[in-house]
């Protein structure tokens, strides 16, 4: 089936640092979405992006939905505590005549003050 | 705003129980899923539903089954539960859009302890 590769799986940064963090996959998407969950939480929808090369941003956090429509990438800049969690991409694309999400697997953000 | 609530945080079961989890949406959604959390392994598709009464597997429906008798209700059922289904369990809810889920909006999530 379809997978998505989420990477980096953990990051460790002082806090002020930026982070990034991209997904990719040998399939064509026709949205992407960004998550973020909190300790203890379930997922929340940060971004969406429906368009190729669409740039999107939600405070500090920017993301990007990739030119060959396999790729999206999230960043955040000025990193602060309470930017701690996991963060999933998804993927939504047609598969056998039906539209399907994927999920990565999150990259785990931890914040040092 | 959409609100999807799980009914429970936390639960603690012993093997050979059958376990309920209830999950509620207010927002008129079509669709309704039920994920499993675990470390490493990212969020794994239990079961979903499009449609009142309708149901399909996911990637791992083994040891599961759901039922939906209202559109805001989606519940998940663990008709003996087993140690390995020790996990969280996120429930979420979307608007069908095209052929398929759009955003998905998901609840707290159940810490579920089977001993």
């Known amino acids: 089936g379809q997978q998505l590769n989420q990477s980096p799986q953990s990051m460790f940064i002082q806090e002020g640092e930026d982070v990034s963090m991209n997904c990719t996959s040998s399939?064509?998407?026709?949205?992407w979405l960004w998550y973020k969950q909190d300790p203890g939480e379930g997922p929340v929808l940060l971004i969406a992006?429906?368009?190729?090369?669409e740039l999107t941003s939600n405070g500090r956090l920017t993301a990007q939905f990739g030119i060959t429509r396999k790729d999206s990438f999230l960043n955040i800049s000025a990193s602060i505590p309470s930017d701690v969690g996991i963060y999933f991409c998804?993927?939504?694309?047609?598969?056998?005549?039906?539209?399907?999400?994927?999920f990565g697997k999150g990259t785990k953000l931890t914040v040092n003050p | 705003d959409v609100k999807v609530t799980q009914s429970s945080r936390y639960l603690v079961k012993r093997t050979g129980e059958k376990v309920f989890l209830e999950c509620v949406q207010d927002?008129?959604?079509?669709?309704m899923f039920w994920y499993r959390q675990d470390p490493g392994l990212g969020l794994r598709l239990i079961y979903f539903?499009?449609?009142?009464?309708?149901?399909e597997k996911g990637d791992i429906p083994e040891g599961y089954s759901v039922s939906r008798e209202k559109k805001e209700r989606f519940s998940l059922i663990l008709e003996s539960a087993s140690t390995n289904q020790t996990s969280m369990y996120l429930c979420?809810?979307?608007?069908?859009?095209?052929?398929?889920?759009?955003?998905?909006?998901f609840g707290s999530g159940t810490q579920l302890s089977v001993l």
């Open positions: 927002m008129d959604h079509e669709n």
């Open positions: 979420a809810s979307s608007w069908l859009v095209g052929r398929g889920p759009e955003k998905l909006f």
């Open positions: 992006l429906y368009k190729a090369g």
């Open positions: 998804a993927g939504r694309s047609s598969v056998g005549g039906s539209e399907k999400l994927v």
């Open positions: 399939s064509i998407f026709n949205t």
């Open positions: 539903s499009y449609d009142v009464k309708m149901k």
